[in-house]
């Protein structure tokens, strides 16, 4: 079985400042990975996914992750956000081959002026 | 492509009367889930089909709550009958080669 790990549950930071949101992963087979955002009233979308290849994987709005095996994780960064950024962040992971995913509990970014 | 559609957008529904969401996914997408969102538990898989067929419906609460996917292009999540608790908002998603394209979701109340 797999699971997924949101380190943080909120993340408050200033405009301009850069932001790392964490998300570890555990699965016994090869996986796709996925950041989804929601923001307030809407369904989610999806930021970027790693599916094979580079492990750094650059996603819409700026963002990107970067797939560490080793760590099992697979970090949001983002090195200067904006207001608009503030959002619901989910980290999911699917096992290749398999259709469903497993989301993490989300992350809130507030993102102060 | 419009996306997934889904209605009603808004339902606000009495305690114990029946309650059916509508979900449209994405022409050629092979899985339809059915999540429910709520702010105590979060984001929550309830059942999801793979070609129309339901593979995992572990994820739903009781038998008051009942999915079908008659065909390729539509599926329904019904209650009946509804309770306040039930009172969240569901998505559908549909999705092709592990990556999920969401509905914008039903806002349901049950009063």
């Known amino acids: 079985a797999q699971s997924v790990t949101q380190l943080d549950s909120q993340v408050p930071v200033f405009e301009e400042a850069p932001v790392e949101l964490r998300c570890n992963y555990s699965?016994?087979?090869?996986?796709?990975l996925f950041w989804y955002v929601q923001y307030p009233n809407q369904g989610l979308q999806l930021l970027l996914k790693y599916l094979s290849g580079s492990t750094l994987v650059k996603g819409i709005n700026g963002f990107e992750a970067e797939f560490n095996k080793s760590q099992t994780s697979f970090h949001l960064r983002k090195p200067s956000v904006h207001i608009s950024d503030t959002a619901e962040y989910f980290c999911a992971v699917s096992e290749t081959n398999a259709g469903k995913s497993t989301f993490g509990d989300g992350t809130t970014l507030t993102v102060k002026p | 492509d419009a996306g997934v559609i889904q209605s009603p957008r808004h339902e606000v529904t009495e305690m114990g009367q029946e309650v059916t969401l509508r979900c449209k996914p994405i022409s050629g997408h092979d899985y339809l889930f059915w999540y429910r969102q709520t702010m105590m538990r979060g984001l929550e898989l309830l059942i999801y089909?793979?070609?129309?067929?339901?593979?995992?419906d572990s994820g739903m609460p009781e038998d008051r709550f009942s999915a079908k996917m008659p065909n390729a292009s539509f599926s329904t999540l019904k209650i009946q009958p509804s309770e306040p608790r039930d009172s969240a908002v569901y998505f559908c998603a549909s999705s092709l080669a592990g990556r999920q394209y969401f509905g914008p979701g039903t806002r349901l109340t049950v009063l």
């Open positions: 089909f793979n070609n129309n067929v339901p593979i995992d």
């Open positions: 699965s016994s087979v090869s996986v796709y």
